[in-house]
């Protein structure tokens, strides 16, 4: 099998660990407080990861003038995005989250072009504009469907598009920093630095010796495989795999991701797909469509 192939399907299992991941998560929220939840996810991971990363920070140490923005980006990649993921997960829909964070692309586009000065061509602004509408529909479908009767399921919306900008945030801030440190080195700073600021939250429940105990055997599952797949197997097969296919693949290969979650959610979860979900999830398909046609192309003509 050719590197290409096998980058392709480290990013495959990526997405899918990903995706497979979020059921898993909104069901362990159900009883377990959400940043209490992210708090454990990130200490576990910053454990197995250390004795593999050590070297490599003690080689390559983060400079005094690079702290602040890895600070802040790590604020945004890891205490908003995660952060507010988490909480919006717990309020929502496995179903509705999906589609609104499959919209990241869109919005890191139209970011670059505000921010970075990169180019959006007539499509990619055809498809934002799309994807928007789409995403407005999809936040606003608890209303639609329930009146105010499901003012969770609304606020839980609102709160991972919140995720989702932060995550944008986070890959605008990061474009320059990555090129001085290793991708891992620099997520295992941002998990640090996540765990740091969820730490007051989770205090009142990492210090209760009987939190430990009511800790269920799925509770515990759910937490091992958040941490063990979707953080660190997921992130290192990312990594591993965008050195040998170019990032039009693995954008698409991306998609894998939501359609895993919102499949899963479906058959296990029991969630429905309403009309109005439909409706703004078409549009957002059509807003994605749009602008990854575009990326396709520009790679392709050089």
Not at 183 to 190: D, N, P, Q, T
Not at 273 to 287: D, E, M, Q, R, Y
Request: charged share 10%; proline share 4%.
């Amino acid at each position: 099998m050719s590197l290409s192939a096998l980058g392709v399907l480290a990013h495959l299992l990526a997405s899918f660990f990903w995706g497979a991941a979020a059921p898993l998560v909104k069901i362990a929220l159900e009883t377990l407080p959400p940043f209490t939840f992210v708090f454990l996810r990130m200490i576990l991971a910053l454990i197995i990861l250390t004795p593999f990363l050590l070297p490599k920070i003690k080689k390559h140490p983060l400079k005094k003038k690079d702290i602040p923005m890895v600070i802040i980006a790590g604020f945004f990649g890891i205490s908003l995005n995660i952060g507010l993921y988490f909480w919006g997960l717990s309020k929502t829909t496995v179903i509705d989250s999906s589609v609104i964070l499959s919209t990241t692309s869109i919005f890191t586009a139209l970011a670059a072009y505000l921010f970075l000065k990169e180019r959006l061509g007539i499509k990619a602004f055809i498809g934002t504009i799309l994807s928007f509408l789409g995403i407005i529909v999809v936040i606003g479908e608890p209303l639609l469907t329930n009146g105010f009767f499901k003012l969770d399921n609304l606020i839980g919306n609102i709160v991972t598009f919140g995720a989702m900008l932060g995550w944008v945030s986070y890959t605008i801030l990061n474009k320059e920093i990555s090129k001085k440190y290793d991708s891992l080195v620099l997520a295992y700073y941002s998990f640090a630095f996540g765990a740091i600021t969820f730490l007051p939250f989770a205090l009142k429940d990492i210090l209760n010796p009987f939190f430990y105990l009511s800790l269920t055997p799925f509770l515990i599952f759910a937490i091992l495989v958040e941490t063990i797949f979707a953080t660190i197997g997921a992130y290192l097969l990312f990594i591993w795999g965008i050195k040998y296919i170019s990032a039009t693949v693995a954008g698409v290969l991306g998609y894998v991701n939501p359609i895993v979650a919102i499949l899963i959610s479906i058959i296990f979860l029991g969630e429905k797909l309403t009309l109005p979900f439909i409706v703004g999830a078409s549009f957002v398909v059509c807003g994605i469509v749009l602008v990854e046609l575009r990326t396709f192309r520009r790679s392709h003509n050089h």
